[in-house]
Nanobody, 124 residues
């Protein structure tokens, strides 16, 4: 089993920045593909970004490319999401997810473990 705990959400004005963290425990973190998803009210959960075991391979949704950066520190069992130039449409609950996979999946059903989520609200 893997436990994931997100932190760092909050309220920010449009154009601002936030950094989310996801702390993992319970399994070898360095063998987990890690990703971030988000879910806005009334919408389905959607892929935001993900990275490979070492963090050398990263993937982004078009909507966040160039503004968000995913990273991980395997020594600290922690993943990060740096969000810059935030827009009101980025408002959502952000979820950390982990997959027992060698490839980097982008679909929700391909992930095995989920955090409880952290709210990000961007005001205009």
């Amino acid at each position: 089993q893997v436990q994931l705990v997100e932190s760092g959400g909050g309220l920010v004005q449009a154009g601002g920045s936030l950094r989310l963290s996801c702390a993992a425990s319970g399994r070898t973190f360095s063998r987990l593909v890690m990703g971030w998803f988000r879910q806005a009210p009334g919408k389905e959960r959607e892929f935001v970004t993900a990275c490979s075991w070492t963090g050398s391979s990263t993937y982004y949704a078009n909507s966040v490319k160039g503004r968000f950066t995913i990273s991980r520190d395997n020594a600290k069992n922690t993943m990060y999401l740096q969000m810059n130039s935030l827009k009101p449409e980025d408002t959502a609950v952000y979820y950390c997810a982990a997959a027992n996979s060698r490839l980097v999946p982008t679909r929700t059903y391909e992930y095995d473990y989920w955090g409880q989520g952290t709210q990000v609200t961007v005001s205009s």
